[in-house]
C-alpha cells in the first residue's frame, strides 16, 4: 500500500522515520525530568488534580481508552484490510511492550493514587461513576501503548505530518492517566519512556525480516490479486 513506507534499514533508518515523534518527544521528556526534580511526588499529583472542570470529567475518560489495548487490537484488525505489515507492525509493538510494562507492575507493585492518599481522600477531585483502581501503579500501561502506537503509526505513514497528532494523542492519554487518578507523573513518564524505546528495537529488528516485506504481507485483505 502506498500509504506506508517501505522496509527499513536498521536503526538509523528507523530514527529517520520516527525522528519527527522522537526529537519533540525528547524535548518534552528532558522538561518532565526537571519537573521531577524540583518538585514531589505529591507535589505535582495534587498540581495536576486540582485543575478540573466538568467538560474535563466528560472527555477524558474517553481518551484514555485510545491507550486502551482492545483499541490497538480493533485498530490492527481494521489494518488487516489494506495492509498485513502494519497491522502485525502494530499489534506486536503492542504485545511485547505492553507485556513488559505488566511484569515491571507486577514487579515493583506500586500503589495507584487512590491508596497512596488514603488519608487524604476527600483532598482528591475524582471523576463521579469511574472505578479508580488502587495497586500496580507502575509504570502506566495505557501510556506504554498509546506512545508504542504512536512511534509505530509514525514509522508507517509517508506523510510524517502526522507525527506531531500522534504525539498529542499520546500524551493526552498520559495525561488522563493523571487525570483520573490512575496514575502518577512517575508513571506516565516511565511509561512513555519503555513504550517507545521496545517499540524503536522492535521494529529496528523485525522489519527487517524479509518475511514481512514480501509482496504477500504488503497487502490486505481486500487488496486486489495482481494477475500476471
Not at 58 to 77: K, M, N
Not at 155 to 172: D, E, H, I
Amino acid at each position: 500500500m502506498h500509504y506506508f513506507v517501505p522496509m527499513n534499514a536498521g536503526a538509523k533508518d528507523v530514527f529517520k522515520k520516527t525522528k519527527y515523534f522522537l526529537i519533540p518527544y525528547l524535548i518534552i521528556l528532558l522538561a518532565c525530568i526537571i519537573i521531577k526534580l524540583l518538585y514531589t511526588r505529591s507535589e505535582i499529583y495534587f498540581a495536576v488534580n486540582s485543575f478540573y472542570t466538568d467538560f474535563l470529567d466528560l472527555t477524558e475518560p474517553y481518551i484514555t481508552y485510545i491507550g486502551d489495548g482492545i483499541t490497538i487490537a480493533i485498530i490492527s484488525a481494521l489494518l488487516l484490510l489494506v495492509n498485513f505489515r502494519a497491522s502485525f507492525l502494530l499489534i506486536t509493538s503492542y504485545a511485547l511492550s505492553s507485556l513488559i510494562a505488566q511484569v515491571l507492575k507486577r514487579g515493583f507493585d506500586m500503589p495507584r493514587p487512590r491508596l497512596y492518599f488514603k488519608d487524604q481522600l476527600d483532598k482528591i477531585h475524582f471523576v463521579k461513576g469511574l472505578y479508580i483502581l488502587a495497586l500496580h501503579s507502575f509504570p502506566s500501561g495505557h501510556t506504554v501503548t498509546a506512545f508504542s502506537a504512536g512511534v509505530v503509526a509514525t514509522y508507517l505513514v509517508k506523510n510524517k505530518a502526522w507525527s506531531s497528532f500522534f504525539l498529542f494523542l499520546a500524551l493526552m492519554v498520559g495525561y488522563s492517566r493523571m487525570y483520573l487518578s490512575q496514575h502518577f507523573f512517575e508513571d506516565v513518564l516511565a511509561g512513555s519512556v519503555i513504550g517507545i524505546l521496545i517499540t524503536f528495537i522492535w521494529i529496528t529488528y523485525i522489519d527487517q525480516k524479509k518475511f514481512i516485506n514480501s509482496p504477500g504481507w504488503n497487502r490486505g485483505l481486500l487488496s486486489k490479486k495482481h494477475v500476471n
